[in-house]
């Protein structure tokens, strides 16, 4: 077999030497490794040239890229003017669900393909949102501050001040590919009834959740999570008047993406009351602005985009990728 040029252009989470290990793992010695990290996520990732969600450098990465044959990255900016200096590449694997960071265009126009890791971060993403689900209802941060900072307040005790159960309350998930379903699937573990709002969900992979539309789902949902992808159709799908058919008090979730929803509209419902509660790890504005009313809303529970932040999601999309590249070469080598 012909020894392969590689270059693994890994970051501080999916590493060089994760990707390294799992191409050894999967292809045996039959390649050669150049390796260059990318600054994220110590240095957040950002639009570069005309490709989003990207790290580092185009000059680094055209000067890493001579000879090369295949790419790993999972940040890498492989824009137009890289895809055209990279004479010998024939594939990139992106270790992400998407390659937001990839020219498509430009790649095609080269020759060269393109793969993803899809699902890689499905486990984490699903319990991530679960998490926030608990947290919310139980407004576990505000009383995990309350007693950190000396106070052991009985009156919580009071009715209406106590949170809600999972097991009984209808849930609804907007959007049911990887990560929806498995939500699904451990909100009925807690008893809990799902609702499924998804015009392209394969009825098979239902698993017991009911299919409704979106009115109805909204209308009878006692927590609302997000898992829909960001497309022009889905972008801002959850504003106003989908927060105003909610039960009143509902709980609404949100690990997808940030455009899917009006934040501004969200500050207003849980100001009156109209939601009980919110747990938000994606914004619309990424990091979180010092003047986003979320900082002072009642009742949010806010992480920094890190569903997806597990050590197995990065194993996982390094065996991916690996994967990716034995396909690639037993097809070559055919």
């Known amino acids: 077999m012909t020894t392969t040029h590689v270059l693994i ?88 669900g998407g390659p937001v960071n990839v020219n498509l265009a430009a790649a095609a126009q080269a020759g060269v393909r393109v793969r993803t890791t899809p699902g890689r971060n499905a486990v984490a993403a699903a319990e991530h949102a679960v998490a926030l689900i608990l947290a919310t209802l139980r407004q576990i941060p505000d009383r995990h501050a309350g007693v950190r900072d000396g106070a052991w307040r009985s009156d919580l005790y009071a009715l209406d001040e106590v949170g809600s159960e999972l097991a009984g309350s209808t849930v609804g998930l907007v959007g049911y590919g990887a990560i929806g379903r498995r939500v699904g699937r451990i909100l009925r573990a807690f008893d809990a009834e799902v609702l499924v709002h998804d015009p392209y969900a394969d009825p098979a992979t239902l698993d017991g959740a009911s299919p409704v539309g ?10 609302l999570s997000l898992h829909a992808r960001m497309t022009p159709e889905t972008a801002g799908m959850i504003g106003v008047k989908e927060l105003a058919r909610l039960p ?13 929803l009006d934040y501004d509209a969200v500050v207003d419902a849980l100001e009156s009351g109209q939601l009980g509660g919110a747990g938000f790890d994606v914004f619309d504005t990424e990091p979180l602005p010092a003047g986003s009313r979320l900082r002072t809303a009642p009742r949010v529970v806010l992480t920094p985009h890190l569903a997806g932040a597990t050590r197995q999601t990065a194993e996982r999309a390094a065996a991916q990728a690996a994967d990716a590249v034995a396909e690639y070469l037993a097809e070559r080598d055919r």
Request: aromatic share 4%; net charge negative; proline share 5%.
């Open 9 to 96: 252009a890994g970051d501080h989470f999916v590493t060089p030497d994760l990707v390294t290990d799992a191409l050894r793992a999967r292809i045996g010695p039959v390649f050669t490794a150049r390796t260059l990290t990318l600054p994220w996520p110590h240095v957040p990732f950002g639009r570069i040239a005309e490709v989003d969600e990207a790290s580092g450098d185009e000059d680094e990465l055209i000067a890493a890229l001579a000879g090369v044959e295949v790419a790993v990255t999972q940040m890498g900016p492989f824009t137009a003017r890289v895809l055209g200096a990279a004479d010998a590449l024939r594939l990139v694997v992106v270790c992400r």
């Open 214 to 223: 979106l009115a109805e789902l909204l209308e009878r949902s006692a927590v």
């Open 248 to 260: 009143r008090g509902a709980v609404l979730v949100n690990t997808a993406r940030g455009g899917l």
